[in-house]
């Protein structure tokens, strides 16, 4: 989340998803975010959504049915193989369905910023700073770190100059953004340790740098 309200709406999201796919769904919130103090509406329809399939591995009391034993270990010859393939089964379809994104002023940029939580929001506010050194700038933000929105983020880098990460990390999904993008785009890392965070003048000042010694023959 980027803000107060969506880490609200992204729980409840979060219970619904774990609900309808039996999938543990954990939501990965920066330390600035649990400080901020922002307004939230919580609307009727927020109210946590249950799942409609048919929930027969609840335990409800072995009555007319087979127990139920829910477990992740079985012995017996190619059970454990089949158990695998529905789990492998299930993970197909919420990388096809799960998938969540945002993205702004990409359509004519130079340049895309690539940021989640409060370093999107920090990366938001340069997009005006950079238009003054005539840099054209979009934001990709992911949504679901899993599964990873790749093929949105290969569409969106498509004629880019460059990509460029902010986190607050040594780097973690820096790694997806490389992977996504292969070896044909720079993709440029700056992040920030042990609760440092950086500002709007230290990312300008970086994609300056990058920019002004970037040639077409290299690539970091």
């Known amino acids: 989340p980027s803000g107060v309200q969506e880490a609200f709406n992204l729980t409840v999201l979060a219970f619904e998803l774990a609900d309808n796919y039996r999938n543990p769904v954990m939501i990965l919130s920066d330390a600035f975010l649990g400080q901020m103090a922002e307004p939230v509406q919580i609307k009727r329809k927020s109210r946590i959504k249950q799942g409609a399939k048919k929930k027969d591995w609840a335990l409800t009391g072995a009555f007319k049915r087979k127990p139920n034993i829910i477990r992740s270990l079985f012995l017996g010859e190619g059970i454990l193989e089949k158990h695998n393939e529905v789990l492998q089964k299930k993970y197909r379809s919420m990388k096809k369905n799960e998938v969540r994104y945002q993205v702004e002023n990409v359509e004519d940029c130079e340049i895309l910023l690539v940021a989640y939580g409060i370093s999107f929001r920090i990366a938001k506010g340069i997009t ?12 990709f933000r992911p949504v679901s770190l899993w599964p990873f929105p790749y093929e949105q983020l290969r569409k969106h880098a498509e004629d880019k100059r460059a990509v460029f990460v902010f986190e607050l990390s040594a780097g973690q999904m820096v790694e997806d953004v490389r992977l996504a993008l292969g070896k044909d785009l720079a993709v440029h890392f700056f992040g920030r340790l042990g609760g440092g965070v950086f500002g709007e003048e230290e990312l300008v000042n970086f994609i300056l740098r990058r920019m002004k010694n970037e040639k077409k023959e290299i690539r970091t």
């Not at 005006?128 to 934001?139: E, H, R, T, Y």
Request: net charge positive; hydrophobic share 50%.
């Open 128 to 139: 005006g700073i950079l238009k003054k050194f005539n840099i054209k700038a979009g934001i």
